[in-house]
């Protein structure tokens, strides 16, 4: 048995066990957007900004999506750079105010350590403008360390709905040699977006709502055209 494949079976398993309520709660709150048309923003830094970028676009996904997308919070720019950058207060408002966020919107905020400026500004951000907040984060991890933003508050202690993505301290579900590896926060923060997304479109399905899925466009037959229109005024990155 492959130690990564079975450590992230146990970690699915607990997301599940461990956020019963929270995963109804955030798979209600995107049912409602998609009922009333109004739009999901993700944003998250450094590996984070990944787990954003899987609900953006892609075959299968909701067209009401924008991630928030910003080149000085990736890893592109530089690891390092990215890195710094994330703990600086004051730059999650720039990154705000170039986006059309409106009442009505949602917002999903992805932090594994969940102390770092930008995640905690862009949710008091939010908290501000009454836009519901969804955060995945590692209770774990965030709870073991101060916060690094002067309001000494963390992403969990701001958000509406806290799901704990349930990785252990420092990133890592086993030990090699006496080292963490096994990086898990990016492939649970996916799992549960899938999750949350999809239980959600099922809600809005039963309730007769036409859904705004993207078709893959490797396979003919199928054009998103008229979703590109709908959406491309709302959407920053479409």
């Known amino acids: 048995m492959y130690t990564y494949f079975k450590e992230s079976k146990k970690i699915f398993e607990k997301i599940i066990k461990t956020n019963k309520t929270s995963i109804k709660k955030a798979s209600d709150l995107i049912s409602e957007c998609i009922l009333k048309d109004t739009i999901i923003h993700a944003f998250g830094t450094g590996h984070s900004h990944m787990v954003g970028l899987e609900l953006f676009i892609r075959a299968g996904g909701l067209a009401n999506v924008n991630a928030m997308l910003d080149s000085t919070t990736m890893t592109s720019e530089g690891a390092q750079r990215s890195a710094e950058i994330e703990r600086i207060e004051g730059f999650s408002k720039v990154i705000w105010d170039q986006h059309k966020i ?35 984060t590692s209770m774990q991890q965030t709870k073991k360390y101060p916060s690094r933003h002067s309001s000494e508050k963390k992403l969990y202690e701001i958000a509406d709905i806290v799901i704990d993505n349930c990785v252990p301290s420092g990133d890592g579900m086993f030990q090699i040699s006496g080292s963490q590896t096994g990086a898990a926060s990016s492939i649970s923060g996916i799992f549960i977006v899938n999750l949350i997304s999809t239980e959600a479109m099922q809600i809005a399905d039963k309730k007769g709502c036409k859904l705004p899925l993207y078709h893959s466009q490797n396979i003919d037959g199928y054009s998103n055209e008229e979703l590109y229109k709908k959406y491309g005024d709302r959407v920053k990155h479409m």
Request: charged share 20%; proline share 6%.
């Open 102 to 136: 409106n009442k009505g919107d949602i917002i999903i905020i992805i932090s594994n350590s969940g102390r770092n400026a930008m995640p905690i500004e862009m949710a008091m951000i939010a908290k501000k403008n009454k836009i519901p907040i969804i955060a995945i």
